[in-house]
Protein backbone atom coordinates (compact mmCIF):
# COMPACT_ATOMS: atom_id res chain seq x y z
CA UNK A 1 0.00 0.00 0.00
CA UNK A 2 1.12 3.52 -0.96
CA UNK A 3 0.13 6.91 0.24
CA UNK A 4 -1.89 7.30 -2.76
CA UNK A 5 -4.23 4.34 -1.35
CA UNK A 6 -5.07 5.94 1.88
CA UNK A 7 -8.47 7.48 1.36
CA UNK A 8 -8.63 9.62 5.02
CA UNK A 9 -6.67 11.99 7.12
CA UNK A 10 -6.96 9.91 10.08
CA UNK A 11 -4.71 6.70 9.27
CA UNK A 12 -1.85 5.32 10.88
CA UNK A 13 0.79 2.15 10.67
CA UNK A 14 -0.76 -1.04 11.36
CA UNK A 15 0.19 -2.71 14.46
CA UNK A 16 -1.02 -6.14 13.62
CA UNK A 17 -0.09 -6.18 9.54
CA UNK A 18 3.87 -4.92 8.49
CA UNK A 19 3.86 -2.70 6.13
CA UNK A 20 -0.28 -2.22 6.98
CA UNK A 21 -2.23 0.87 7.00
CA UNK A 22 -5.32 1.56 9.34
CA UNK A 23 -7.50 4.22 8.59
CA UNK A 24 -10.60 6.18 9.95
CA UNK A 25 -12.88 4.54 12.70
CA UNK A 26 -9.81 1.45 13.25
CA UNK A 27 -7.21 4.27 13.74
CA UNK A 28 -8.91 5.27 16.15
CA UNK A 29 -9.69 1.76 18.24
CA UNK A 30 -5.70 1.04 17.53
CA UNK A 31 -4.85 4.24 19.14
CA UNK A 32 -6.69 4.13 22.49
CA UNK A 33 -5.37 0.60 22.33
CA UNK A 34 -2.00 2.31 22.17
CA UNK A 35 -2.82 4.39 24.69
CA UNK A 36 -4.46 2.45 27.45
CA UNK A 37 -1.39 -0.63 26.72
CA UNK A 38 1.56 2.26 27.29
CA UNK A 39 3.45 2.34 30.95
CA UNK A 40 3.53 6.26 31.96
CA UNK A 41 7.19 7.39 31.94
CA UNK A 42 8.23 5.12 28.87
CA UNK A 43 7.96 7.25 26.01
CA UNK A 44 10.89 9.40 26.27
CA UNK A 45 9.39 12.67 24.14
CA UNK A 46 6.34 12.63 26.22
CA UNK A 47 6.65 10.46 29.83
CA UNK A 48 3.47 11.74 30.75
CA UNK A 49 2.03 9.58 27.65
CA UNK A 50 -0.17 6.23 28.55
CA UNK A 51 -2.35 5.24 31.14
CA UNK A 52 -1.72 5.00 34.68
CA UNK A 53 -3.90 1.80 35.38
CA UNK A 54 -0.52 -0.34 35.13
CA UNK A 55 0.03 0.95 38.58
CA UNK A 56 -3.13 -0.97 39.84
CA UNK A 57 -1.47 -4.91 39.12
CA UNK A 58 -2.10 -6.39 41.81
CA UNK A 59 -4.91 -4.55 43.24
CA UNK A 60 -8.48 -5.62 43.96
CA UNK A 61 -11.78 -5.44 42.47
CA UNK A 62 -12.55 -2.56 44.80
CA UNK A 63 -10.08 -0.17 42.74
CA UNK A 64 -12.07 -0.43 39.56
CA UNK A 65 -13.28 3.05 39.70
CA UNK A 66 -10.19 4.19 40.12
CA UNK A 67 -8.93 1.60 37.10
CA UNK A 68 -11.93 3.72 34.91
CA UNK A 69 -10.82 7.29 36.16
CA UNK A 70 -7.13 6.70 35.09
CA UNK A 71 -8.26 5.42 31.64
CA UNK A 72 -10.90 7.83 31.21
CA UNK A 73 -8.45 10.84 32.02
CA UNK A 74 -5.72 9.37 29.50
CA UNK A 75 -8.41 8.57 26.57
CA UNK A 76 -9.63 12.26 27.07
CA UNK A 77 -6.23 13.81 26.88
CA UNK A 78 -4.68 11.73 23.98
CA UNK A 79 -7.51 11.02 21.90
CA UNK A 80 -9.50 14.26 21.66
CA UNK A 81 -11.20 12.70 18.51
CA UNK A 82 -13.42 10.74 20.77
CA UNK A 83 -15.99 10.78 22.89
CA UNK A 84 -16.35 8.29 26.05
CA UNK A 85 -20.13 7.82 26.27
CA UNK A 86 -19.75 4.89 29.13
CA UNK A 87 -17.85 2.42 30.59
CA UNK A 88 -19.15 -1.32 30.90
CA UNK A 89 -17.20 -3.68 33.23
CA UNK A 90 -17.56 -7.52 33.71
CA UNK A 91 -15.46 -10.24 36.04
CA UNK A 92 -13.93 -12.87 33.77
CA UNK A 93 -12.13 -15.84 34.22
CA UNK A 94 -9.21 -16.77 31.48
CA UNK A 95 -8.32 -19.66 30.47
CA UNK A 96 -5.77 -20.00 32.68
CA UNK A 97 -7.85 -19.64 35.71
CA UNK A 98 -7.16 -16.00 36.03
CA UNK A 99 -9.44 -13.47 37.15
CA UNK A 100 -9.52 -10.20 34.70
CA UNK A 101 -11.36 -7.18 34.63
CA UNK A 102 -13.22 -6.87 31.47
CA UNK A 103 -13.70 -3.39 30.46
CA UNK A 104 -16.19 -2.50 27.72
CA UNK A 105 -15.64 1.57 26.54
CA UNK A 106 -18.45 2.98 24.63
CA UNK A 107 -17.25 5.55 22.27
CA UNK A 108 -18.43 7.77 19.40
CA UNK A 109 -16.62 10.79 17.19
CA UNK A 110 -17.19 13.61 14.89
CA UNK A 111 -14.78 11.60 12.14
CA UNK A 112 -16.71 10.51 8.95
CA UNK A 113 -14.95 7.65 7.83
CA UNK A 114 -13.88 7.76 4.23
CA UNK A 115 -13.72 11.76 5.20
CA UNK A 116 -10.47 13.83 4.11
CA UNK A 117 -11.54 16.49 6.46
CA UNK A 118 -10.40 15.46 10.15
CA UNK A 119 -13.15 16.82 11.98
CA UNK A 120 -16.77 16.18 9.91
CA UNK A 121 -19.39 17.09 12.38
CA UNK A 122 -22.48 14.21 11.11
CA UNK A 123 -26.00 15.27 11.10
CA UNK A 124 -28.82 13.47 13.00
CA UNK A 125 -30.20 12.72 9.76
CA UNK A 126 -27.63 11.10 8.48
CA UNK A 127 -28.34 7.08 7.97
CA UNK A 128 -25.31 5.86 9.95
CA UNK A 129 -26.62 3.09 11.96
CA UNK A 130 -22.92 3.12 13.86
CA UNK A 131 -22.84 6.65 14.77
CA UNK A 132 -25.63 6.59 16.29
CA UNK A 133 -25.02 3.54 18.36
CA UNK A 134 -21.47 4.06 19.30
CA UNK A 135 -18.33 1.76 18.81
CA UNK A 136 -16.94 -0.32 21.74
CA UNK A 137 -13.13 -1.05 22.78
CA UNK A 138 -12.95 -4.02 24.54
CA UNK A 139 -9.62 -3.51 27.32
CA UNK A 140 -8.96 -7.16 29.38
CA UNK A 141 -6.80 -6.05 32.53
CA UNK A 142 -5.66 -9.29 34.76
CA UNK A 143 -6.20 -9.16 38.28
CA UNK A 144 -3.50 -10.42 40.95
Do not use: H
Not at 88 to 93: A, I, K, P, R
Amino acid sequence: MNIQDVKNSNWALSKLEYGGIVEGYDDISQCMGIILTTVPSSVPGDPEFGCGIWTMVDKSVNNIGQMVKLMADSLIKYEPRITIRKFVYELVVNEFGQYIVRFKINWTTDIREGSRFQYSVLSLAEDDQQQKVGFDYTFDFQLS
